[in-house]
């Protein structure tokens, strides 16, 4: 399992932007850097979807919902990958999950809370 810490989320009015950050604090760089790694996020009472996800080389992939607004990009020298959120909607709002793929690892979440 890879240790990963999510930060970033906050409230925000629609039209607004969000940077999310995750971290592997505790992972050594061979084990972080060859994964895809992806953010998931889950509504209330829905379930957990695919929101963006970045190969080792920096191939990305987006839910149709986010394309053109949202970014997901990585520093593998710093063990970290980030989604810049833009044009913020409030079907957005939801809790904000970072995954790393070869280990199945996932973060705590963080909330993002988009006012309308």
């Known amino acids: 399992q890879v240790y990963l810490v999510e930060s970033g989320g906050g409230s925000v009015q629609a039209g607004g932007s969000l940077r999310l950050s995750c971290k592997a604090p505790?992972?050594?760089?061979?084990?972080?850097?060859?994964?895809?790694m992806a953010w998931y996020r889950q509504a209330p009472g829905k379930q957990r979807d695919l929101v963006a996800q970045?190969?080792?080389?920096?191939?990305?992939n987006y839910a149709d919902s986010v394309k053109g607004r949202f970014t997901i990009s990585r520093d593998n020298s710093r063990k970290t990958i980030y989604l810049q959120m833009n044009s913020l909607l409030p079907e957005d709002t939801a809790v904000y999950y970072c995954?790393?793929?070869?280990?199945?690892?996932w973060g705590q979440g963080t909330q993002v809370t988009v006012q309308g």
């Open positions: 970045i190969t080792r080389d920096g191939r990305t």
């Open positions: 505790r992972t050594i760089t061979s084990v972080f850097n060859p994964s895809p």
């Open positions: 995954h790393h793929t070869q280990t199945m690892s």
